[in-house]
Every structure is written in C-alpha cells, then in structure tokens.
C-alpha cells in the first residue's frame, strides 16, 4: 500500500522536520544531564538558555502555520523522549522537562494555543503526517537507548533498559498500524549498521541484550509483518554495505 503523502510538508519540508527532531533531541540530552547532575554549577542558567534556544527556533518558522508546527513537532519529541528513558531508566518524573514543555505552551495567546492543539492532534492522529520528523525522531531515540544498553556492564539494568526499548518498538507498530513498521524497520537497519561499522564492537554482554531484542520481536510481531520489517531493514543494511565498498 503506498503510503498517502504528507500533508504538511508545504508548510515545514522534510529537512525541517528532521531539524526539528534533532533540535529535540539535543534539547532533551541537555535538560537529562542538568537532571541527572542537579548540583551542576549554572543549572538554571544552562536551563533558561535551552529554553530560549527552543523559542527561537519556533520563531524561525516562515508563517503563523510553519510557527506553531515546529512548536508542535519539538514538543512532540521532548515528550517522546521523555516517555523513552523514564520507561528505560525508572524515572517517575523529569520535572526539568516538564517545565521546558510548559514554556512552549505558556508564551501561546488563545488563537495560537487553538492552533497548536489542532496541529498537535493531526500530527498524533495521522500517520503520514510530518512522517520525516517520525522517522528522524524514532531512530534516534531507539539507537540512543541500545547504546545505553551496550554501554552497561550490570545484566540487570541492560536488561532493563533492552526491555523498556523492545516495548516502545512494539507501541510503534500498534500506534502507527499503516506506516510504524516501517519507522521499526529503519530502527533495526540503525542498529545493526553500528554493530557491522568500524566503531568500538560491543560487549558480549550487549551482543547478547541485541540479539533477545530481535528474539522477542519476531515472537511478539505478525509473522508476515516481522519478515516485512526484516526485509526493509535488510535493503538498508545492503545499500550501505555497498555504498562502503570503493569503486572499480
């Protein structure tokens, strides 16, 4: 089935949806680390400065439309990322996060705040909106927790965490029943580039979490839809496996 076209990318194109995952991303590891280290001298400072960045950034957009809808999509993955390494790290609360999500909302008068739960609700609701945001988003939060993982050396917490990264790809595919085993596909490919790369090879340890991870997909997956997903995460490890042999 060929997926319907996005139809919010005349107002924010794929390359600005991808930075606003990225600008989401880096948003998310500054507020953790400030979390993580709360003594940290400058903390409200380093804070208040991420929050500024993150308003200028929605600012930078060309229209009312483009405005809110980076402030949708930033707000959008600061909560995911929340979601992802409370579940992976047993947090009950980031309350540094919650706060720099409240900034995003508090600054919006009525017409925009109306405007904002209207984008906000389409892009949660339709698939193939802001897809390259989802795509961009999902793959880095999936690969920022299996290198969590791979950087453990306590069975428990790899587990832990190996667990919590395995149960937010199964949601994907339920929330995203159309398009999410495609988001899962490309989550796979990821993985398993870093593990063929050059870069610092794994622990047995984490060998091992990557491989149940696999395991406990292919059982918890439709059997169709789990050899789809392996297929497409297999074209994409051919395409850079090839892409990294020098030419003739």
């Known amino acids: 089935m060929?997926?319907?076209?996005?139809?919010?990318?005349?107002?924010l194109p794929a390359d600005a949806q991808?930075?606003?995952?990225?600008?989401?991303?880096?948003?998310?590891?500054?507020?953790?680390?400030?979390?993580?280290?709360?003594?940290?001298?400058?903390?409200?400072?380093?804070?208040?400065e991420v929050a500024q960045r993150c308003q200028n950034w929605c600012a930078a957009g060309d229209g009312d439309e483009a405005r809110t809808l980076r402030r949708v999509?930033?707000?959008?993955?600061?909560?995911?990322?929340g979601l992802a390494y409370s579940q992976a790290f047993d947090l009950a609360a980031i309350p540094a996060l919650s706060a720099l999500l409240g900034s995003l909302r508090t600054s919006l008068d009525a017409t925009e705040d109306a405007r904002f739960q209207r984008l906000?609700?389409?892009?949660?609701?339709?698939?193939?909106?802001?897809?390259?945001?989802?795509?961009?988003?999902?793959?880095?939060?999936?690969?920022?927790l299996w290198h969590a993982m791979t950087a453990c050396d306590d069975r428990a917490e790899t587990q832990r965490i190996v667990g919590a990264l395995g149960s937010l790809m199964l949601a994907l595919t339920r929330r995203m029943p159309l398009l999410g085993w495609r988001l899962l596909a490309d989550?796979?490919?990821?993985?398993?580039?870093?593990?063929?790369?050059?870069?610092?090879?794994?622990?047995?340890?984490?060998?091992?979490?990557?491989?149940?991870?696999?395991?406990?997909?292919?059982?918890?997956l439709p059997p169709e839809q789990y050899q789809a997903i392996l297929a497409l995460s297999g074209q994409?490890?051919?395409?850079w496996q090839q892409a990294r042999r020098p030419a003739n």
């Not at 906000?120 to 920022?144: T, Y």
């Open 2 to 11: 060929t997926p319907d076209p996005d139809r919010l990318a005349a107002a």
């Open 73 to 81: 999509l930033l707000a959008a993955g600061l909560d995911q990322w």
């Open 187 to 220: 989550a796979l490919a990821s993985i398993q580039i870093r593990l063929l790369g050059d870069e610092k090879p794994v622990g047995g340890m984490a060998e091992e979490a990557t491989q149940q991870l696999f395991a406990a997909l292919s059982q918890s």
């Open 236 to 239: 994409a490890v051919l395409a």
């Open 120 to 144: 906000f609700a389409r892009v949660d609701a339709v698939e193939s909106d802001a897809i390259d945001f989802k795509i961009e988003l999902r793959r880095n939060i999936h690969l920022a």
């Open 18 to 48: 991808r930075q606003a995952a990225h600008v989401a991303q880096d948003a998310f590891a500054t507020v953790f680390r400030l979390t993580v280290d709360g003594s940290m001298p400058g903390r409200d400072a380093a804070l208040a």
